[in-house]
């Protein structure tokens, strides 16, 4: 396994808009009819990569346990498919139905939006709040395959948790690790 950290775009940066369909629905979304009141979580993902397996079940308890309080959630993938086929569309389908994914999760086959976001792996996970403005960036929480720590969501449940108690953000926020964005 390849391990790959986040690139760790700058806090302050105006979410990058997006126009994506979705693998499940059909559907075309963009940023903003998936941004919540309170803030937006846009994670990428994919479907084979050993580290976004180990953190599914969390990120879609996360997704559900914040849903209902404001925030918005999107899954995206932008690995080239035509190498690693697994990760085609109708496949991803197939992995957000098994895992109830309780977000769209959208195809960037051009790879524009993993790079307007500096998105380097999966997963790699960005909190928006209000305002469209990054607030968090980096690791879902410690766990990774094989290290024995239990999955819990920790940072990313804290950041969003800051947003709902308007309390300030981590200042050392730490990247995330995963396997790299396959680009074409």
Known sequence: MARTESNMLPLGTQAPDFSLVDSVSGDTFTFHDIAGKKGTVVMFICNHCPFVIHVNEEIVRVANDYRVTGFGFVA???NDVEKYPQDAPDKMWEVARDNSY??????????????AYDAACTPDFYLF??????????QL?????GNSIPVNGRDLREAIDNILNNSPQRKDQKPSIGCNIKWK
Do not use: C, M, W
């Open 76 to 78: 995206i993938s932008s």
């Open 129 to 138: 709040d209000a305002e469209h403005k990054l607030v968090y960036r980096g």
């Open 102 to 115: 309780p977000f769209p999760y959208l195809y960037d086959e051009t790879q524009e939006v993993a790079k």
């Open 141 to 145: 929480d410690n766990s990774r395959p």
